[in-house]
T-cell receptor
């Protein structure tokens, strides 16, 4: 079945640092891929998505490219802010299942 | 658009009592809703898939009799934690699917059983 693996946190960065959170997936076929963000005490919000190979999702300075050859969807941001501190979830949908499958989440802490 | 409202946001209950959590789609009809439980260190576990007008489909290892799910209308799904115990304390999140692969999430419910 489908699965998603993302790097463990916490990730601690200084403001304006470059961010990468790794995410890889396994799936039958070509799933759609997502990054969700969860701020403290809240539910999940869609950050960006990509539905086919080589698509790049982007939002609020975050980007992720659907790489079929490496089965990856790494999240990047060139310059993080304190307000980006949150938990980030990589997820996949499709293939043999019609469920949204999440990675374990990565806590990002940005220090001023 | 595609907003899901989840209530209550926080609830404290005594051990042995039942608690109901509501999930409403405010501006769309949700034929399918999902219930997740979030454990410490963030991991999200899908508990069940709720389909309007039919029985919920539970994931392996989730007790159907403890976590009762009802999806009686196109805008409301409820999760009732029956005979709650401290180990049921957790953060519960609902989600609804819209527009094919779009998912929207409620703001979550922090359940504390004392």
């Amino acid at each position: 079945g489908n699965s998603v693996t993302q790097m463990e946190g916490p990730v601690t960065l200084s403001e304006e640092a470059f961010l990468t959170i790794n995410c890889t997936y396994t799936a039958t076929g070509y799933p759609s891929l997502f990054w969700y963000v969860q701020y403290p005490g809240e539910g999940l919000q869609l950050l960006l998505k990509a539905t086919k190979a080589d698509d790049k999702g982007s939002n609020k300075g975050f980007e992720a490219t659907y790489r079929k050859e490496t089965t990856s969807f790494h999240l990047e941001k060139g310059s993080v802010q304190v307000s980006d501190s949150a938990v980030y979830f990589c997820a996949s949908y499709g293939g043999a299942t019609n469920k949204l499958i999440f990675g374990t989440g990565t806590l990002l802490a940005v220090q001023p | 658009g595609a907003v899901v409202s989840q209530h209550p946001s926080r609830v404290i209950c005594k051990s042995g009592t039942s608690v109901k959590i509501e999930c409403r789609s405010l501006d769309f009809q949700a034929t399918t809703m999902f219930w997740y439980r979030q454990f410490p260190k963030q991991s999200l576990m899908l508990m069940a898939t709720s389909n309007e007008g039919s029985k919920a489909t539970y994931e392996q290892g989730v007790e159907k009799d403890k976590f009762l799910i009802n999806h009686a209308s196109l805008t409301l799904s409820t999760l009732t934690v029956t005979s709650a115990h401290p180990e049921d304390s957790s953060f519960y999140i609902c989600s609804a699917r819209f527009g094919g692969i779009g998912y929207t999430f409620g703001s979550g419910t922090r359940l504390t059983v004392v």
